[in-house]
């Protein structure tokens, strides 16, 4: 679906892994990062104003 939809769309297809070879050449998945996101900031914002 997303070699579709990258092939329809070239600004998706630049953003988002859209073939075989984008997806192999990640290192990280996004949600990962996301993920370290939404640690870090509960840990500033919410456990030490505790």
């Given at each position: 679906m997303?070699?579709?939809?990258?092939?329809?769309?070239?600004?998706?297809?630049?953003?988002?892994?859209?073939?075989?070879?984008?997806?192999a050449?990640?290192?990280y998945y996004p949600y990962d990062l996301y993920d370290k996101k939404i640690a870090d900031?509960?840990?500033?914002?919410v456990l030490r104003k505790s």
């Amino acid at each position: 679906m997303a070699e579709q939809i990258g092939g329809q769309d070239k600004l998706w297809g630049r953003v988002y892994p859209a073939t075989e070879a984008d997806w192999a050449a990640m290192t990280y998945y996004p949600y990962d990062l996301y993920d370290k996101k939404i640690a870090d900031f509960w840990n500033r914002e919410v456990l030490r104003k505790s």
